[in-house]
């Protein structure tokens, strides 16, 4: 158990459909972080919350959505996808951005978009 | 040229031997440096971070980073098959309030009994 709790653990959507993906951290964090890992690519970082703030925003198409409605929650809504998007998305927190500091990061949720 | 550069791999190894996972960075002005390790299917976890020109050591671990050349590596001493997993070498961008991190693609290492 890492602290940070990631759902669903999979998740398959058609092109047309609206879906969101969760994340719950239980480490009194103060940032959230959301990243993609797709196959043969590094991890990219696509959206971070500091403090309930969004204060990055990666050039992320619109058809992703965050919302961060407390320090403990994140969410990524999906809409219109594309099958490029099918990927591992990673959620992570940390405390507060120490140069030394550690990510700590769910599950992940792999998403198939057909 | 990729900010954070690594050799893809599989690097495999025997047991007991010595694993060198390298990576380079193109900004200059990073100033963190870390390794996490994924297990197949599992999220990554930090196993060492330095900042300093030098070598860290961990256990059997030891992280060596060189600014001038911009080379960060990490030693893993006696290998055991359960060190088999990616190492995904990451970079700290900018002197921001959160930990804004660039990965390598990582490399695969394979300990074989």
């Known amino acids: 158990e890492t602290g940070v709790t990631q759902t669903p653990r999979?998740?398959?959507?058609?092109?047309?459909?609206?879906?969101?993906?969760?994340?719950?951290?239980?480490?009194?964090?103060?940032?959230?972080?959301?990243?993609?890992?797709?196959?043969?690519?590094?991890?990219?970082?696509?959206?971070?919350?500091?403090l309930e703030e969004r204060v990055e925003n990666n050039s992320v198409p619109s058809?992703?959505?965050?919302?961060?409605?407390?320090?403990?929650?994140?969410?990524?809504?999906?809409?219109?996808?594309?099958?490029?998007?099918?990927?591992?998305?990673?959620?992570?927190?940390s405390q507060d951005g120490h140069f030394n500091e550690k990510l700590f990061f769910g599950s992940g949720t792999q998403l198939s978009v057909l | 040229?990729?900010?954070v550069e690594q050799n893809s791999g599989p690097l495999s190894v025997p047991e007991g031997a010595i694993a060198s996972l390298n990576c380079t960075y193109s900004d200059r002005g990073s100033q963190s440096f870390f390794w996490y390790?994924?297990?197949?299917?599992?999220s990554p976890e930090l196993i060492?971070?330095?900042?300093?020109n030098g070598d860290k050591e961990d256990g059997r671990f030891t992280a060596q980073l060189n600014k001038a050349s911009q080379y960060v590596s990490l030693l893993i001493?006696?290998?055991?098959?359960?060190?088999?997993?990616?190492?995904?070498?990451?970079?700290?961008r900018g002197?921001?309030?959160?930990?804004?991190?660039?990965?390598?693609?990582?490399?695969?290492?394979?300990?074989?009994?």
């Open chain 1, 10 to 50: 999979h998740l398959v959507m058609g092109m047309t459909n609206k879906k969101s993906l969760k994340c719950e951290q239980h480490l009194g964090h103060n940032a959230m972080y959301w990243y993609k890992q797709s196959a043969k690519k590094p991890l990219e970082l696509m959206f971070v919350y500091s």
């Open chain 1, 63 to 93: 058809r992703f959505s965050p919302e961060c409605p407390n320090s403990s929650h994140l969410f990524l809504h999906l809409h219109t996808l594309q099958p490029e998007d099918s990927a591992l998305y990673l959620c992570a927190s």
């Open chain 2, 1 to 3: 040229q990729k900010e």
């Open chain 2, 37 to 42: 390790r994924q297990y197949s299917g599992k």
């Open chain 2, 48 to 52: 060492m971070f330095i900042y300093s």
């Open chain 2, 77 to 92: 001493r006696d290998s055991q098959p359960s060190d088999s997993a990616t190492y995904l070498c990451a970079v700290r």
């Open chain 2, 95 to 113: 002197n921001t309030g959160f930990q804004k991190l660039v990965f390598g693609t990582g490399t695969r290492l394979l300990v074989s009994p």
